[in-house]
Protein backbone atom coordinates (compact mmCIF):
# COMPACT_ATOMS: atom_id res chain seq x y z
CA UNK A 1 0.00 0.00 0.00
CA UNK A 2 1.61 3.34 -1.37
CA UNK A 3 0.81 6.77 -1.72
CA UNK A 4 2.48 8.01 -4.34
CA UNK A 5 0.91 11.30 -5.57
CA UNK A 6 -0.83 13.79 -3.75
CA UNK A 7 -2.29 16.80 -5.24
CA UNK A 8 -3.90 19.99 -3.06
CA UNK A 9 -6.34 22.74 -4.04
CA UNK A 10 -7.61 25.30 -1.68
CA UNK A 11 -7.08 22.77 1.19
CA UNK A 12 -6.05 24.71 4.42
CA UNK A 13 -3.14 26.96 3.32
CA UNK A 14 -2.39 24.47 -0.08
CA UNK A 15 -3.36 26.91 -3.30
CA UNK A 16 -2.46 24.25 -6.04
CA UNK A 17 0.64 21.71 -5.08
CA UNK A 18 1.30 18.03 -6.29
CA UNK A 19 3.73 16.01 -4.32
CA UNK A 20 5.21 12.96 -4.69
CA UNK A 21 6.38 10.49 -2.46
CA UNK A 22 9.06 7.74 -1.48
CA UNK A 23 7.33 4.53 -1.09
CA UNK A 24 9.26 4.03 1.47
CA UNK A 25 10.01 7.29 3.85
CA UNK A 26 9.11 10.45 3.56
CA UNK A 27 10.75 13.29 6.25
CA UNK A 28 8.47 16.50 6.19
CA UNK A 29 9.95 19.17 7.67
CA UNK A 30 10.02 23.19 8.21
CA UNK A 31 9.05 25.83 10.74
CA UNK A 32 5.76 25.61 12.80
CA UNK A 33 2.58 26.27 11.25
CA UNK A 34 3.40 26.28 7.49
CA UNK A 35 1.37 23.30 6.45
CA UNK A 36 3.20 19.97 7.63
CA UNK A 37 0.14 19.02 9.68
CA UNK A 38 -2.36 20.06 7.13
CA UNK A 39 -0.54 17.59 4.57
CA UNK A 40 -0.68 14.46 7.04
CA UNK A 41 -4.09 15.88 7.38
CA UNK A 42 -5.11 15.39 4.21
CA UNK A 43 -3.85 11.89 3.62
CA UNK A 44 -5.93 10.84 6.23
CA UNK A 45 -8.93 12.37 5.00
CA UNK A 46 -8.59 10.85 1.75
CA UNK A 47 -8.43 7.57 3.37
CA UNK A 48 -10.98 7.38 5.37
CA UNK A 49 -12.88 10.85 4.78
CA UNK A 50 -12.84 12.28 8.51
CA UNK A 51 -10.13 14.79 9.69
CA UNK A 52 -7.97 13.91 12.70
CA UNK A 53 -8.47 17.61 13.58
CA UNK A 54 -11.44 19.34 11.91
CA UNK A 55 -15.09 18.66 13.14
CA UNK A 56 -16.50 20.16 9.54
CA UNK A 57 -15.44 19.51 6.07
CA UNK A 58 -15.96 23.60 5.75
CA UNK A 59 -13.05 24.26 8.22
CA UNK A 60 -10.20 22.28 6.08
CA UNK A 61 -11.36 25.16 2.94
CA UNK A 62 -8.93 27.92 2.51
CA UNK A 63 -10.00 30.95 3.55
CA UNK A 64 -9.96 32.20 0.24
CA UNK A 65 -12.05 29.69 -1.32
CA UNK A 66 -15.44 28.63 -1.40
CA UNK A 67 -14.11 24.94 -2.50
CA UNK A 68 -11.10 22.25 -2.07
CA UNK A 69 -10.25 19.42 -3.67
CA UNK A 70 -7.63 16.81 -2.95
CA UNK A 71 -6.56 13.93 -5.26
CA UNK A 72 -4.58 11.16 -4.41
CA UNK A 73 -2.81 8.18 -6.69
CA UNK A 74 -1.27 5.28 -5.33
CA UNK A 75 -1.05 1.50 -5.34
CA UNK A 76 -2.71 -1.47 -3.63
CA UNK A 77 -1.06 -4.78 -4.11
CA UNK A 78 -0.11 -3.75 -7.54
CA UNK A 79 -3.21 -2.52 -8.90
CA UNK A 80 -3.10 1.39 -9.50
CA UNK A 81 -6.00 3.37 -7.35
CA UNK A 82 -6.87 7.03 -7.07
CA UNK A 83 -9.32 9.02 -4.71
CA UNK A 84 -10.40 12.46 -5.30
CA UNK A 85 -12.58 14.61 -2.74
CA UNK A 86 -14.28 17.80 -3.74
CA UNK A 87 -14.95 19.83 -0.49
CA UNK A 88 -17.66 22.93 -0.63
CA UNK A 89 -18.87 25.08 1.73
CA UNK A 90 -22.26 25.57 0.33
CA UNK A 91 -23.40 21.84 -0.28
CA UNK A 92 -22.18 18.20 0.91
CA UNK A 93 -18.66 16.69 -0.79
CA UNK A 94 -18.42 14.49 -3.58
CA UNK A 95 -16.29 11.30 -3.69
CA UNK A 96 -14.32 9.31 -6.28
CA UNK A 97 -12.52 6.64 -5.87
CA UNK A 98 -11.17 5.13 -9.38
CA UNK A 99 -12.93 8.08 -11.24
CA UNK A 100 -16.51 6.42 -10.19
CA UNK A 101 -18.51 8.35 -7.44
CA UNK A 102 -19.37 6.76 -4.63
CA UNK A 103 -22.04 7.54 -1.68
CA UNK A 104 -20.10 7.14 1.28
CA UNK A 105 -16.52 7.10 3.40
CA UNK A 106 -17.08 3.48 3.93
CA UNK A 107 -15.75 3.01 0.15
CA UNK A 108 -12.30 4.70 0.57
CA UNK A 109 -11.81 2.61 3.58
CA UNK A 110 -10.90 -0.19 0.45
CA UNK A 111 -8.38 1.94 -0.99
CA UNK A 112 -6.09 3.35 1.35
CA UNK A 113 -5.73 2.71 5.40
CA UNK A 114 -3.37 4.87 8.08
CA UNK A 115 -2.05 4.78 10.91
CA UNK A 116 -1.78 8.41 12.40
CA UNK A 117 -0.15 9.42 15.36
CA UNK A 118 0.12 13.12 16.88
CA UNK A 119 1.84 14.96 20.14
CA UNK A 120 -1.77 14.82 21.37
CA UNK A 121 -2.32 10.96 21.04
CA UNK A 122 0.61 10.71 24.25
CA UNK A 123 -1.65 12.18 26.37
CA UNK A 124 -4.49 9.61 25.47
CA UNK A 125 -4.07 7.20 28.48
CA UNK A 126 -4.72 10.26 30.90
CA UNK A 127 -7.44 11.81 28.94
CA UNK A 128 -11.32 11.14 29.15
CA UNK A 129 -13.23 8.08 27.81
CA UNK A 130 -14.21 9.76 24.84
CA UNK A 131 -10.67 9.93 23.68
CA UNK A 132 -10.19 6.58 23.90
CA UNK A 133 -13.45 5.54 22.12
CA UNK A 134 -12.71 8.45 19.45
CA UNK A 135 -9.25 6.18 19.00
CA UNK A 136 -11.21 2.68 18.73
CA UNK A 137 -13.76 4.27 16.13
CA UNK A 138 -11.09 5.66 14.16
CA UNK A 139 -9.32 2.60 13.61
CA UNK A 140 -12.73 0.24 13.62
CA UNK A 141 -13.75 2.17 10.61
CA UNK A 142 -11.13 1.72 8.47
CA UNK A 143 -11.07 -2.29 9.69
CA UNK A 144 -14.82 -3.02 9.56
CA UNK A 145 -16.76 -0.97 6.97
CA UNK A 146 -20.11 -2.30 8.84
CA UNK A 147 -18.54 -0.53 11.91
CA UNK A 148 -18.61 2.08 10.26
CA UNK A 149 -22.43 2.13 9.03
CA UNK A 150 -23.10 0.69 12.65
CA UNK A 151 -21.53 3.71 14.11
CA UNK A 152 -23.42 6.23 11.95
CA UNK A 153 -26.58 4.39 12.45
CA UNK A 154 -26.29 5.03 16.50
CA UNK A 155 -24.95 8.26 16.35
CA UNK A 156 -28.47 9.71 14.41
CA UNK A 157 -30.88 7.17 17.02
CA UNK A 158 -28.31 8.70 19.99
CA UNK A 159 -29.28 12.21 18.93
CA UNK A 160 -32.69 11.85 17.96
CA UNK A 161 -33.11 10.19 21.54
CA UNK A 162 -31.47 12.90 23.06
CA UNK A 163 -33.18 15.81 21.68
CA UNK A 164 -36.73 13.96 22.65
CA UNK A 165 -35.74 13.48 26.31
CA UNK A 166 -34.21 17.15 26.22
CA UNK A 167 -37.30 18.70 24.96
CA UNK A 168 -39.84 16.45 26.87
CA UNK A 169 -41.53 19.34 28.37
CA UNK A 170 -41.96 21.41 25.46
CA UNK A 171 -42.85 18.21 22.89
CA UNK A 172 -44.51 15.41 24.98
CA UNK A 173 -46.17 14.37 22.27
CA UNK A 174 -42.69 12.98 20.73
CA UNK A 175 -42.55 10.95 23.99
CA UNK A 176 -43.95 7.70 22.33
CA UNK A 177 -41.23 7.72 19.64
CA UNK A 178 -38.30 6.87 22.23
CA UNK A 179 -38.44 2.92 21.95
CA UNK A 180 -38.52 3.31 18.25
CA UNK A 181 -35.11 5.29 18.44
CA UNK A 182 -34.02 3.01 21.43
CA UNK A 183 -34.48 0.06 19.52
CA UNK A 184 -32.10 1.12 16.57
CA UNK A 185 -29.25 2.30 19.69
CA UNK A 186 -29.81 -1.33 20.52
CA UNK A 187 -29.31 -3.19 16.92
CA UNK A 188 -26.51 -1.01 15.91
CA UNK A 189 -25.17 -1.04 19.14
CA UNK A 190 -24.55 -4.70 19.12
CA UNK A 191 -21.95 -4.74 16.60
CA UNK A 192 -19.82 -2.03 18.05
CA UNK A 193 -20.05 -3.84 21.16
CA UNK A 194 -18.76 -6.41 19.73
CA UNK A 195 -16.55 -4.80 17.05
CA UNK A 196 -15.15 -3.31 19.84
CA UNK A 197 -14.35 -5.93 22.08
CA UNK A 198 -12.75 -8.27 19.69
CA UNK A 199 -10.32 -5.67 18.43
CA UNK A 200 -9.41 -4.82 21.89
CA UNK A 201 -8.92 -8.61 22.70
CA UNK A 202 -6.19 -8.02 19.63
CA UNK A 203 -4.79 -4.64 20.64
CA UNK A 204 -3.88 -6.35 24.24
CA UNK A 205 -2.11 -8.82 22.66
CA UNK A 206 0.14 -6.89 21.09
CA UNK A 207 0.09 -3.59 22.88
CA UNK A 208 1.37 -5.76 26.07
CA UNK A 209 4.23 -7.02 24.60
CA UNK A 210 5.36 -3.33 23.25
CA UNK A 211 4.84 -2.47 26.58
CA UNK A 212 7.18 -4.82 28.47
CA UNK A 213 9.74 -4.30 25.71
CA UNK A 214 10.18 -0.44 26.41
CA UNK A 215 9.67 -0.81 30.06
CA UNK A 216 12.55 -3.60 29.91
CA UNK A 217 10.78 -6.21 30.92
CA UNK A 218 9.64 -4.56 34.15
CA UNK A 219 6.07 -3.15 33.60
CA UNK A 220 2.36 -5.33 32.44
CA UNK A 221 0.27 -3.30 30.75
CA UNK A 222 -3.54 -4.77 30.44
CA UNK A 223 -6.25 -3.45 28.93
CA UNK A 224 -9.99 -4.21 29.41
CA UNK A 225 -13.12 -3.08 27.61
CA UNK A 226 -15.72 -1.95 29.93
CA UNK A 227 -19.21 -1.70 28.37
CA UNK A 228 -23.12 -2.01 29.83
CA UNK A 229 -23.22 -4.46 32.70
CA UNK A 230 -25.90 -6.60 30.87
CA UNK A 231 -23.26 -7.77 28.40
CA UNK A 232 -21.54 -10.11 30.75
CA UNK A 233 -19.63 -10.89 27.73
CA UNK A 234 -18.86 -8.94 24.95
CA UNK A 235 -17.58 -11.29 22.32
CA UNK A 236 -21.22 -12.86 22.56
CA UNK A 237 -23.00 -13.51 19.40
CA UNK A 238 -25.06 -10.41 18.03
CA UNK A 239 -28.51 -12.08 18.79
CA UNK A 240 -27.20 -12.39 22.67
CA UNK A 241 -26.08 -8.79 22.51
CA UNK A 242 -28.96 -7.40 21.83
CA UNK A 243 -31.41 -9.12 23.68
CA UNK A 244 -28.83 -7.49 26.83
CA UNK A 245 -28.43 -4.48 25.55
CA UNK A 246 -32.29 -4.13 25.17
CA UNK A 247 -32.73 -5.80 28.76
CA UNK A 248 -30.45 -2.53 30.12
CA UNK A 249 -31.90 0.12 28.20
CA UNK A 250 -35.10 -0.81 29.43
CA UNK A 251 -34.11 -1.19 32.79
CA UNK A 252 -32.65 2.43 32.51
CA UNK A 253 -35.89 4.08 31.17
CA UNK A 254 -37.22 5.59 33.62
CA UNK A 255 -33.99 7.00 35.08
CA UNK A 256 -33.87 8.81 31.24
CA UNK A 257 -36.48 10.07 31.33
CA UNK A 258 -36.05 11.70 34.85
CA UNK A 259 -32.80 12.98 33.75
CA UNK A 260 -33.40 13.85 30.55
CA UNK A 261 -30.26 11.69 29.28
CA UNK A 262 -28.94 8.98 27.48
CA UNK A 263 -27.94 6.92 29.88
CA UNK A 264 -27.65 3.49 28.53
CA UNK A 265 -25.52 1.99 25.19
CA UNK A 266 -22.22 2.01 24.22
CA UNK A 267 -21.61 5.82 24.13
CA UNK A 268 -20.40 5.39 27.19
CA UNK A 269 -17.78 2.54 26.74
CA UNK A 270 -14.51 2.45 28.30
CA UNK A 271 -11.27 0.92 27.24
CA UNK A 272 -9.61 0.97 30.85
CA UNK A 273 -5.39 0.80 30.68
CA UNK A 274 -3.78 -0.66 34.22
CA UNK A 275 -0.15 -1.02 34.45
CA UNK A 276 1.13 -3.65 36.69
CA UNK A 277 -2.38 -3.70 37.72
CA UNK A 278 -2.77 -0.26 39.07
CA UNK A 279 -5.42 1.85 37.01
CA UNK A 280 -2.86 3.96 34.44
CA UNK A 281 -5.21 6.91 34.08
CA UNK A 282 -5.00 7.68 38.13
CA UNK A 283 -1.76 6.55 38.95
CA UNK A 284 0.48 6.42 35.72
CA UNK A 285 3.90 8.64 35.61
CA UNK A 286 3.90 10.19 32.63
CA UNK A 287 7.08 7.89 31.28
CA UNK A 288 5.04 5.31 31.78
CA UNK A 289 1.49 6.56 30.27
CA UNK A 290 3.68 8.07 27.20
CA UNK A 291 4.85 3.97 26.58
CA UNK A 292 1.33 2.93 26.83
CA UNK A 293 -0.14 5.15 24.08
CA UNK A 294 2.98 4.30 21.81
CA UNK A 295 2.50 0.26 22.37
CA UNK A 296 -1.42 1.14 21.67
CA UNK A 297 -0.40 2.89 18.19
CA UNK A 298 1.71 0.67 17.48
CA UNK A 299 -0.16 -2.19 18.34
CA UNK A 300 -2.77 -0.77 16.27
CA UNK A 301 -0.37 -0.69 12.83
CA UNK A 302 0.45 -4.59 13.37
CA UNK A 303 -3.73 -5.32 13.59
CA UNK A 304 -3.67 -3.56 10.44
CA UNK A 305 -1.08 -5.54 9.06
CA UNK A 306 -2.63 -9.04 10.26
CA UNK A 307 -6.04 -8.04 8.86
CA UNK A 308 -5.18 -6.31 5.87
CA UNK A 309 -1.99 -8.13 4.60
CA UNK A 310 0.15 -4.77 3.92
CA UNK A 311 1.07 -2.56 6.43
CA UNK A 312 -1.30 1.07 6.25
CA UNK A 313 0.45 4.28 5.82
CA UNK A 314 2.20 5.31 9.11
CA UNK A 315 2.17 9.15 9.76
CA UNK A 316 3.88 10.65 12.69
CA UNK A 317 3.37 14.37 13.09
CA UNK A 318 6.32 15.73 14.98
CA UNK A 319 5.80 12.90 17.46
CA UNK A 320 9.24 12.26 18.64
CA UNK A 321 10.02 15.82 19.45
CA UNK A 322 7.85 15.18 22.53
CA UNK A 323 9.74 11.48 23.55
CA UNK A 324 13.04 11.29 25.37
CA UNK A 325 16.30 9.30 23.31
CA UNK A 326 15.06 6.26 24.85
CA UNK A 327 11.86 6.13 23.61
CA UNK A 328 12.99 7.80 20.40
CA UNK A 329 14.71 5.12 19.60
CA UNK A 330 12.07 2.46 20.50
CA UNK A 331 9.56 4.17 18.01
CA UNK A 332 12.16 4.24 15.15
CA UNK A 333 13.21 1.04 15.30
CA UNK A 334 9.82 -0.41 15.48
CA UNK A 335 8.35 1.66 12.15
CA UNK A 336 10.34 -0.46 9.62
CA UNK A 337 8.03 -1.68 6.75
CA UNK A 338 5.29 0.33 4.77
CA UNK A 339 5.51 3.41 4.12
CA UNK A 340 6.24 6.22 6.33
CA UNK A 341 5.55 10.42 6.50
CA UNK A 342 6.81 12.02 8.94
CA UNK A 343 7.04 15.52 10.40
CA UNK A 344 9.82 17.31 12.20
CA UNK A 345 11.55 21.17 12.41
CA UNK A 346 14.76 19.45 11.15
CA UNK A 347 15.58 16.69 9.35
CA UNK A 348 19.09 15.80 9.13
CA UNK A 349 18.89 13.32 11.71
CA UNK A 350 15.98 11.80 10.47
CA UNK A 351 17.14 11.65 7.10
CA UNK A 352 20.49 9.53 8.21
CA UNK A 353 18.46 6.79 9.90
CA UNK A 354 15.51 6.11 7.74
CA UNK A 355 16.44 7.22 4.14
CA UNK A 356 13.81 8.22 1.81
CA UNK A 357 12.36 11.45 0.17
CA UNK A 358 12.82 15.28 2.23
CA UNK A 359 10.04 17.66 1.36
CA UNK A 360 10.84 21.07 3.20
CA UNK A 361 7.40 22.92 3.35
CA UNK A 362 7.43 26.61 3.59
CA UNK A 363 3.82 28.59 3.62
CA UNK A 364 2.06 25.75 2.08
CA UNK A 365 4.99 25.32 -1.13
CA UNK A 366 7.10 22.14 -1.39
CA UNK A 367 10.44 24.37 -1.81
CA UNK A 368 12.74 22.17 -4.49
Given amino acids: MELLELTLRGFRNYRDETFSFDPRCNVIYGE ?24 FDREMIGFSGDEASLIGRGTVGERAREIEIRLHRARRRSLTVDQVKVKGAAALGEVFHTVYFSPEDLYLIRAGAAERRRFLDDALCQLRPRYELALQRYRRALEQKTRILRDADERPDLLPLLPEFSEQMVMSGAVLVQCRAEFIARLHEYAAAYHLECSGGREALALRYETVSSATDPLSPPETLIEQLR ?51 L ?35 RIRGGQLFITCCEDDRLTALLGGKVLHIREGRELS
Wanted: glycine fraction near 4%.
Fill in 32 to 55: NAQGKTNLLEAIVYLACGRSPRAR
Fill in 247 to 297: AHMEAHAAAERASRLCLSGPHKDELRVSIDQQDAKQYASQGQARTAALSLK
Fill in 299 to 333: AERDIFKNVLGEYPLLLLDDVLSELDPRRQEFVLN
